[in-house]
């Protein structure tokens, strides 16, 4: 695939996946869990890809999971839980958001 159409394909992906994290992100309550989800399945679906192939495409982890996941929506939805002076949602939305990401990511090794 030549690089004009890596790029293309990258950036339908990219959006088409950004649609779902815009759906997803209306899942909220106690912590924004849509974004979590999002975050965390984009996470596994990075690690399935990595650990599945020779060479990860940008295809998946470009364009799905970088349009899927969004770090900046959720520091910005930790500092507004700081400002509504929510310091203990705060923390958990933090912790949960390296935590669950990070864990999900690691987890296809586990059978590999």
Known sequence: MNTFALALSVAVLGGLASIIRLGLA??????????LFANTAASFLAGIEIV????ASPLIIAGICGGLSTFSTF?????DFYRAGLPLRGTANLVANLVLPFTAALAPLAFA
């Open 26 to 35: 209306r899942w909220t309550g106690w912590l924004p869990w849509g974004i």
């Open 52 to 55: 599945g192939a020779n060479v």
């Open 75 to 79: 520091t910005a939805q930790t500092v």
